[in-house]
């Protein structure tokens, strides 16, 4: 478990390194910088199901130890799925802003009457501001979403792992429990052999004063 461990930790590594390529690619690679990030996170969340598995099948001494560890990775892999996804709505945003200036600015109109134009253009822009609005809202309820999916996740896996340590302190109570009713039937054992030996010792005693005098 060790191996793999270390070499989950050297991926997670790898991926905060190349975090920084986001905001440093041009416009055409970009797109391959995300899609390999996030394969990468992929392929790290299925390394830490391995490793969750793997330290269920820890000694009993050292199981709990493991799996603060594999909880640790997991809260960093999330964090960076989150920093991955929230760069991608930004981009999403502002290539929408873009494509939205460009078809304004492609817009043609009449030269006829100067009254005629003013109405379009005003028109124009009204639309344009009530779309950057409307555009605005869904990426605000798209990103709020996003955190709602991204808590329910981070809750399921703590919650997952908080359900395996009552399992385990379960376990480790029902020996303990099974373990006090052995020394109470041996306690109790104990009562009778030591009452019975008191009154064993007091026949001897009365059998030895009535024969000796």
């Given at each position: 478990?060790?191996?793999?461990?270390?070499?989950?930790?050297?991926?997670?590594?790898?991926?905060?390194?190349?975090?920084?390529?986001?905001?440093?690619?041009?416009?055409?690679?970009?797109?391959?910088?995300?899609?390999?990030?996030?394969?990468?996170?992929?392929?790290?969340?299925?390394?830490?199901?391995?490793?969750?598995?793997?330290?269920?099948?820890?000694?009993?001494?050292?199981?709990?130890?493991?799996?603060?560890?594999?909880?640790?990775?997991?809260?960093?892999?999330?964090?960076?799925?989150?920093?991955?996804?929230?760069?991608?709505?930004?981009?999403?945003?502002?290539?929408?802003?873009?494509?939205?200036?460009?078809?304004?600015?492609?817009?043609?109109?009449?030269?006829?009457?100067?009254?005629?134009?003013?109405?379009?253009?005003?028109?124009t822009l009204q639309l344009n501001s009530s779309l950057q609005k409307a555009h605005?809202?869904?990426?605000?309820?798209?990103?709020?979403?996003?955190?709602?999916?991204?808590?329910?996740?981070?809750?399921?896996?703590?919650?997952?792992?908080?359900?395996?340590?009552?399992?385990?302190?379960?376990?480790?109570?029902?020996?303990?429990?099974?373990?006090?009713?052995?020394?109470?039937?041996?306690?109790?054992?104990?009562?009778?052999?030591?009452?019975?030996?008191?009154?064993?010792?007091?026949?001897?005693?009365?059998?030895?004063?009535?024969?000796?005098?």
């Amino acid at each position: 478990m060790a191996r793999q461990r270390s070499e989950t930790i050297r991926q997670v590594h790898e991926v905060q390194s190349h975090m920084g390529r986001l905001e440093t690619s041009d416009r055409q690679s970009l797109h391959l910088v995300e899609n390999e990030l996030q394969g990468r996170i992929d392929q790290i969340f299925n390394s830490l199901e391995r490793l969750e598995v793997l330290s269920n099948k820890e000694p009993p001494n050292k199981r709990q130890n493991a799996k603060l560890r594999v909880d640790q990775l997991k809260y960093d892999v999330q964090h960076l799925q989150t920093a991955l996804r929230n760069f991608q709505h930004r981009r999403y945003a502002r290539e929408q802003q873009e494509r939205q200036r460009e078809e304004l600015l492609a817009q043609t109109f009449t030269t006829n009457d100067c009254a005629a134009t003013a109405i379009p253009m005003d028109e124009t822009l009204q639309l344009n501001s009530s779309l950057q609005k409307a555009h605005h809202g869904m990426d605000d309820l798209i990103g709020g979403g996003h955190s709602i999916l991204e808590g329910l996740r981070a809750q399921r896996l703590t919650l997952k792992g908080t359900q395996k340590k009552i399992l385990d302190i379960a376990n480790m109570l029902g020996l303990s429990n099974t373990v006090m009713r052995l020394i109470e039937k041996r306690a109790f054992q104990d009562k009778y052999f030591m009452v019975g030996g008191m009154l064993l010792t007091c026949l001897i005693m009365v059998l030895v004063v009535h024969y000796l005098t």
